[in-house]
């Protein structure tokens, strides 16, 4: 099995950045497609940056220009950078497996509130 632990978000203000990490343990040799969802009060939860073999990247139009995703297989650990954020970026980000792949467990998640 595999695991998801989101860290790193927290209460900024409009303009600031985070950066958020997945650490990912169990079995699983290597990170090769992942993504960071986010679901805010009273919405469906949304992909937001995905990383396809290891290489390709997506982002929702939303947070094109803004956020970042990377991956680093020697941490088991997967990133997000977002920067310039609004506060309709509040929301509780996940990490888990893009479609068309199998998600796994879903993990606790992590709060960003952005607010003046």
């Known amino acids: 099995q595999v695991q998801l632990v989101e860290l790193g978000g927290g209460l900024v203000q409009p303009g600031e950045s985070l950066r958020l990490s997945c650490v990912v343990s169990?079995?699983?040799?290597?990170?090769?497609?992942m993504g960071w969802y986010r679901q805010a009060p009273g919405k469906q939860r949304e992909l937001v940056a995905a990383?396809?073999?290891?290489?390709?990247?997506n982002y929702a139009g939303s947070v094109k220009g803004r956020f970042t995703i990377s991956i680093d297989n020697a941490k088991k650990t997967v990133y997000l950078q977002m920067n310039n954020l609004k506060p309709e970026d509040t929301a509780v980000y996940y990490c888990?497996?893009?479609?068309?792949?199998?998600?796994?467990?879903w993990g606790q998640g992590t709060q960003v509130t952005v607010s003046s």
């Open positions: 990383m396809l073999r290891g290489a390709v990247t």
């Open positions: 888990n497996a893009p479609e068309p792949f199998q998600p796994y467990s």
């Open positions: 169990g079995s699983i040799s290597r990170i090769n497609n």
